[in-house]
């Protein structure tokens, strides 16, 4: 995907959205913060943070326009809540920590291999995939431990 201008202005245009200001914001959001995963809730709270006065219905539909447009992806994990990602055209699988929600990006050559071939051994045409491994983070272990 094509950089942003610091502005996201650019990257609104280009997905067929006019610049409003919650959309700049948003999008602001997902270039600046880490972690990259973010729900509508964690970036409605850094908009509450920053003095914002955009409210979380207008983030949950700013949050559905940058999908749509596709310069967000959602991704949806069995910890029950949507999380948001930059939409930067490569394919990645996830690491869930199933203690604190955190997700990690991960991607491995061998494994991509291995679902590409398991999906043609059974004459399978597969159009995408989405891999997602659930655990506990070292910060969790950590935790647990003591």
Do not use: W
């Amino acid at each position: 995907m094509a950089k942003f201008r610091s502005d996201g202005t650019g990257a609104l245009q280009r997905g067929g959205l006019k610049a409003t200001t919650p959309r700049i914001k948003v999008l602001e959001i997902f270039q600046r913060t880490e972690p990259r995963h973010l729900s509508a809730e964690d970036v409605y709270k850094v908009l509450v943070n920053e003095g914002s006065q955009i409210g979380l219905a207008t983030v949950y539909r700013v949050l559905m326009q940058l999908v749509q447009a596709g310069l967000l992806t959602r991704c949806r994990f069995e910890i029950g809540k949507a999380v948001f990602e930059l939409n930067r055209g490569t394919h990645h699988d996830h690491l869930v920590c199933l203690g604190c929600g955190r997700v990690d990006e991960f991607y491995d050559a061998e494994i991509e291999a291995r679902q590409r071939e398991a999906a043609r051994a059974i004459g399978f045409g597969l159009q995408e995939h989405a891999l997602a491994l659930y655990g506990l983070c070292f910060s969790c272990i950590s935790s647990e431990r003591r």
